[in-house]
């Protein structure tokens, strides 16, 4: 079985400022990671998400995760954020041999300020 | 239009009643799942759908039955249900090896 930790539950920034939001998994066989953005009184809607390839993975919105096998990490981060980007976000995995078991983390809620 | 529909939206009853949530979706996708948000927890999986067949219940109290009549459509029918049960009920939908597609959920409060 495999696990997410999403080691800050509130990240406050400044408009224009950079953020970065750190996701940790554990899980003994090979895994797929996501990141979810979900809006006030929304669903949860995919930004990005690393299957295999390049480690560096591109989203929308302007943001980017980087997968990192040996620290089994996969943090999110945006150069530059604005108020819209005020949101909660989610880290999932799933495992590659037993699609449709995502696991989720419990959030990071992020704060932009003016 | 997100491509998977919930109703309803906001949801009140006590915990005599019945109730049912709908979801639907449009992207021709063979998975369906539900949720429970509540807050400060990880999102937990209650019911996975897979071609219409339920391939997942994770110990999930009798109180909640899903219903996949077919594989745009699936109910989670509500009875008898606790105060500690109101949370935000997510559907989500997928297709082989793609990502959760979620609707934007209904908020049920058990009172």
């Known amino acids: 079985a495999q696990s997410v930790t999403q080691l800050d539950s509130q990240v406050p920034v400044f408009e224009e400022a950079p953020v970065e939001l750190r996701c940790n998994y554990s899980?003994?066989?090979?895994?797929?990671l996501f990141w979810y953005v979900q809006y006030p009184n929304q669903g949860l809607q995919l930004l990005l998400k690393?299957?295999?390839?390049?480690?560096l993975v591109k989203g929308i919105n302007g943001f980017e995760a980087e997968f990192n096998k040996s620290q089994t990490s996969f943090h999110l981060r945006k150069p530059s954020v604005h108020i819209s980007d005020t949101a909660e976000y989610f880290c999932a995995v799933s495992d590659t041999d037993s699609w449709g078991k995502f696991q989720f983390g419990a959030g990071t809620q992020v704060v932009v300020t003016p | 239009e997100t491509g998977v529909t919930q109703t309803p939206r906001h949801l009140v009853m006590g915990m005599t009643n019945k109730k049912s949530l709908k979801c639907e979706q449009h992207l021709g996708h063979n998975a369906m799942y539900w949720y429970k948000q509540s807050a400060k927890k990880p999102l937990e999986l209650m019911f996975v759908y897979s071609l219409e067949e339920r391939v997942e219940n994770n110990s999930v109290p009798s109180r909640f039955s899903p219903e996949c009549p077919n594989s745009s459509h699936l109910f989670l029918h509500l009875h008898t249900l606790q105060p500690e049960d109101s949370a935000l009920y997510l559907c989500?939908?997928?297709?082989?090896?793609?990502?959760?597609?979620f609707g934007n959920g209904t908020r049920l409060t058990v009172t």
């Open positions: 899980s003994s066989v090979s895994v797929y």
């Open positions: 690393y299957l295999s390839g390049s480690t």
């Open positions: 989500a939908s997928s297709q082989d090896h793609s990502p959760l597609h």
